[in-house]
C-alpha cells in the first residue's frame, strides 16, 4: 500500500521560513518523480515544485522560484520542500505527491499517482 506522510505545516508572518518533509512508502522511492503542490481556499490545486526519480532535475513553479527548494533523499524515502522569505498568498494546504511512472508533465495533477493527506501553511502580513 503506497502511504505518503505529510509534516513540517505551520503559522508564520510574512518573510519567514517553513520546511515541509514527505515521508513515502508502499513503492520503490527512488523510481519515482516526486513534487508538492497546493490547494488555497476556493482555488483549484497548482503545481508547486518537482524533482526528477534520481533529484538531479528539479522544477519550480513561478510564483515560487528563487523561495523554496525541493529535495529528495532516496536512502531514507524522504521529498523535502525548504520555504523561505514565505508571502501571505503561499497560504494553502499543501499535497505531496507521487508521480506515475512516465508523467507527461510534472506540473499537471493529472500526472500524479498517488497523494498525500496535505498540510496546511498559513502566512500572515
Known amino acids: 500500500q503506497v502511504q505518503e506522510v505529510e509534516s513540517g505545516g505551520g503559522s508564520v508572518q510574512a518573510g519567514g521560513f517553513l520546511r515541509l518533509s514527505c515521508a513515502a512508502s508502499g513503492r520503490t522511492f527512488s523510481n519515482y518523480a516526486l513534487g508538492w503542490f497546493r490547494q488555497a481556499p476556493g482555488k483549484e490545486r497548482e503545481f508547486v515544485a518537482g524533482?526528477?526519480?534520481?533529484?538531479?532535475?528539479?522544477y519550480y513553479a513561478d510564483s515560487v522560484k528563487g523561495r523554496f527548494t525541493i529535495s529528495k533523499d532516496n536512502a531514507n524515502y524522504m521529498v523535502d520542500l525548504q520555504m523561505n522569505n514565505l508571502k501571505p498568498e503561499d497560504t494553502a494546504v499543501y499535497y505531496c505527491?507521487?508521480?506515475?511512472?512516465?508523467?507527461?508533465?510534472?506540473?499537471?495533477?493529472?500526472?500524479?499517482?498517488?497523494w498525500g493527506q496535505g498540510t496546511q501553511v498559513t502566512v500572515s502580513s
Open positions: 524533482i526528477s526519480r534520481s533529484g538531479g532535475t528539479t
Open positions: 505527491a507521487q508521480y506515475s511512472p512516465s508523467p507527461a508533465n510534472l506540473r499537471l495533477t493529472t500526472s500524479v499517482a498517488y
